[in-house]
Structure formats: structure tokens, C-alpha cells
């Protein structure tokens, strides 16, 4: 397996945390869902189908299914269709660009090729574990699905010692049997595992595909305030005691079938996750490594003015993509480790960064080195199943062909784009954002004699849906009328400036009654934005454009008759290409 030279060892500095949570990928195994997940066998013409188009651009299926997949691993968010139809249209808009740097012949540069070249990589990879692991891993049963099913509705308490083998897993086992205190076995183990002091090996509420795949069912098969025997995960062995157990019963079939094709996929992701995780140790961990960390502490040190200072997606994926184009002072070819006693070099590491998960780079070069040398060595090992034969391989090379002329021209026009000139234009661009002074709003305010009739002008006009029909119901003097204008500098404490404004061929939009010593409805007839006045701001709108650089620069590439409305958007071929997996 993998050796350390012992002055120079690799740790895992996140370890503690995995094995708490008992995710199933070890060290070597992260990002393996970029490996594996977004392999798509099929002949349906949905995957040719456009999703997006404008003016005779388009994107395809089976193109926006592999680079939302791997936005949805390199920037975790929440799947929704606004975010879906939000990045077609980037996708769409970085194709265009991508065909304006083609014509300047931008596909020629060093960075546009390597980008190629590691994307192609990356898809070989996945051709490799799909072809070689796929196929022998088991489709759950129906009973199995269901029982993932009652497990999603179930959490356990849960309390752990961890162990490195099953040798000391065994003797930690026979130990509880002797009258052994299972609290302190479970501190000593986490902190020989390099967790802090008092976690004690609690794990909170676990639930179902938080743990492997067996330590799950050791786990759901003990029972409450009992102890399981040993069980082996991907990162080590565990002994499981178990404090609370909630279960919600859902006795409504329609419930499970609504996520049936859900959960089928889960078990099997997480079993064909575990197997990859297996193959890849079998196929890399035999190779001897040794890190040079002089080397690699001052590598990072060069890098880290350059890494995302928030967790922002549309920053995590800008950092990702930009990798290749940074160029730390050092020598590329400086070995950085050592592989099977072949030099492993700083160029070749910087190579292979942009596939690496940006949580491992910001943290700890350590693991993002672990993954570069793995990512090499699958690489190599892909060709014998012939991957240049996969139509996934063959997508993918386009895909990246696109992607890597998109940044480049960005990276080209930010480089010798004048802003200067731009102040006024983008004045108009970011004022509503940026250079609002105040609001004014006009409204109504119609007062009422006492509580009771203002309410029953609300309960009147939530039946009829018509104000003025409401109003002529009341007998006159019963409530007054009045106009007024205010500002957002003036106080009020109504809220007024939030309420959509009433036009009047569209229901009104009302709001309260009030209590402000009387009783109040009012309606917003009118709203009026006064911005700050360029000459004001002009120094500060041309700091944000110096600051925006990247964000001015594709607008400006843009061609100029380009309007994104005019964007088509099949939103119901996107959700039926993609389930809301995450």
C-alpha cells in the first residue's frame, strides 16, 4: 500500500470528522462520485435533444447532464429548476463565448489543450469503473428498497469505537464482554483516530446512506441501549452502541412510490461508490509513495492568495476552472513526491488540480496530492478498456473543448479589457444593485370606525376579491379615506415600500387592518426608485468594474444582439433527464 517516509507522513487532518460521520469514502476514494455518478448508458433521443437554445446554439442533453452533475459535486447546493434553467443558461452563454475565442484561434494555447487532455481523462476514468465495476454490482430488491425506505423515516443515536483492524477491533470487542467501560474505550479510540478530546465517539442521530452499506444494517439490527459486534467500513472497523431510536411510520403507499426510483438509486450509488472505492484500492494502493512536504507546505503557500474566500458555488466553480491558468514561482518540474520510485513533479500535480474537490485544496494539500497521484495512475490504467470506443468519452472531449475555450477567452479579454469607458454603461447595469438612494411610495389608507369593521372588510374582500365592491358595502361614515406619499428615508411603521403595487386592471393587493390608535387598510397605488446620480458615484462604479473584472468581461463578449429572454429552456426535458438526486 501507499508508504510514508516517517518524517514526511501523510495524515489525514479530516479524518477524525469522516469516521465520525462514517462517510464511505476513504482519503484516496473522494470526488469518486465525479468518477462514477456521471456515467449515463442510453440511447434515448433526450440525450441529443436541445435543453437550451439561442440563435442556432444549443446545448444537448447529455452535454447538460454531465456538467450540471459535476457542478452539483464540485459546489454542493440545493437541486431546484430555477437553479436548473439558471445554468443552462450560463452553459449557454460560455458556448457563444467559447466561439468567439475559436476565431481568434485561442484553441492553440497550452491551457486550452491540457484542459482537454485532463477532462478526457476524467471521463476514461469513469469509462474504466463503469466497465470494469458496474456490471457487478447488484440491483437492490424491492424488499430492499423498502427497507431503505423505513430507514429514510428513522434516525438512531449513536455512540462508536473506532478501530484500524479487525485484529484490534476483535480485542476492543472481548474488552466490553469483560465489564470493559465503553465510554473510555470510545475516547481512546477517537483520539488515537486523531479526533478531539471529549467526543467520546458520539455520532448523534445517524440515518439511512450516512454510513456504509453494512455497517448500516449492523447498525439498524441493534437494538436500543445495546452494543453491535465489529464491522468493517471502507475506513476502518466499528463497534456501534446505540442511545435512541425514532421511527415515523407511513402507513400511505403513494409515499413510498413517490421516491421509490429515488431510493433504488441511492442503494445502488452507494454500492457501486463502495465497490469503486474497493477496485481503486486494489488498482493504486499497492503503489509506494513519498512526499517531499517542504516542497509541498511552499506550494500551497503560493497558491492560497488565489483560493475562494466564501463557499459561494459561482465562486467555488470560478476558483476550479481557473486552476490551470495559475502559475506559481516555482520550478514545474520539481519532484514533489515520489510514486513507485518514479518522480511525481509540481507541474504534474498542478495538472491534475482542477479535478480535485476544492474543499481538498483549500484544507490540506496532503489529500488534494493523494488524489492527484490516484487520478494519474487510473488514468493510465483506462486505456486497456479501449475508452476512445465510449460515446460518454466522446461527449465529454466536446464538453471539455468547450469549457476550456470559454475561460481561456474570459481569462484573454479580462487581461486587455479598458473599464474606463464603461463607467456610465454600467451605471445602468448595477444601479438598482448598487446606487439606489431612496423609494417613494404613494398609497391609500382607508380607516375604519373600530375593529370589528375593519375586519370584516378583509373577510369580505378575501370572498369577493374586489375592493371597491367591498368598500361600497360598508354604510357611509364607517370608515375614511386618505392619500399619502412617502419615501424609505421617512419613518413610517408600515410596510408600505414591501407591498406590491395595485394596478388597476389587477386585483388589489391590500394589507392589514393596522392598530395605530385607529384601524387601518392600506393599498400601494404608485412606487418610484431615485438613484444616486452618476457624477456621485463614479469613482466607486469604476472600482467595481476593476473588482468585476471576469463578470464584465463576459458580458462584454457577449455578442450585441444577444438578449438572455430570447433564451428557449426545455424545462421538462431537463427534469426528465435528471432526477432531483441532491
Known sequence: ????????????????????????????MVAIVVLASCGRFSDDEDLLAPVATWNGVEIVGEH??????????????????????????VMLERMIIAEVG????????????????????????RHLLNTEVRPSVIE??????????????ARLRTQQIFAQSQQEADSLYRMLHDGANFDVLAEESMIRAGSAVGTAGHMGWVTFNELDEEPENVLFATGRHHISPPVQSLRGWHIFRVWDEEETINLDESTFNN?????????FQRRFDEASAAFIKNEVMSSDLTVDMVVLGQLYDMMRPSMPTRSHPEEIIRFNNELNLLQPDINMDTTVAMVDGNEFTVGQFMYHMPDIPVEWIVNDFRHALEIAVRDSILAEKSHRTRPDTSLDVRMNRRVADYTAMYYATLQTAADTLQVEPLKESYYEVWKNEQYIEFHTTTYNRYTFVDSLTAHDAIQRF????????????????????????????????????????????????ISGPFARADWAIIKATGRETTWLPFSQVEDDVLQLLKDRKVFVAHRELLPSEYNENDIIIDQELIDRLLPYYY
Open 140 to 153: 437492490p430488491t424491492d424488499a430492499e428498497v423498502y427497507t431503505a425506505f423505513r430507514r429514510s423515516n
Open 259 to 267: 421516491i421509490r426510483d429515488r431510493l433504488k438509486h441511492q442503494v
Open 462 to 509: 378575501m370572498a369577493n376579491n374586489d375592493w371597491q365592491q367591498t368598500l361600497a358595502g360598508f354604510p357611509e361614515g364607517s370608515y375614511s379615506f386618505s392619500e399619502h406619499v412617502k419615501t424609505t428615508l421617512d419613518y413610517t411603521d408600515l410596510p408600505i415600500h414591501s407591498m406590491p403595487v395595485s394596478h388597476p386592471d389587477s386585483v388589489a393587493t
Open 1 to 28: 500500500m501507499f508508504f510514508f517516509h516517517p518524517s514526511r507522513r501523510i495524515s489525514s487532518g479530516s479524518l477524525p470528522q469522516a469516521i465520525m460521520r462514517l462517510h464511505h469514502l476513504g482519503v484516496l
Open 102 to 125: 475559436r476565431s481568434s484561434q485561442l484553441d492553440t494555447l497550452r491551457v486550452v489543450r491540457d484542459a482537454i487532455r485532463r477532462r478526457t481523462e476524467m471521463a476514461n476514468r
Open 64 to 89: 447538460f447532464i454531465q456538467e450540471y452533475q459535476l457542478f452539483g459535486t464540485y459546489a454542493p447546493f440545493r437541486d431546484t429548476p430555477e437553479i436548473r434553467r439558471h445554468y443552462a443558461k
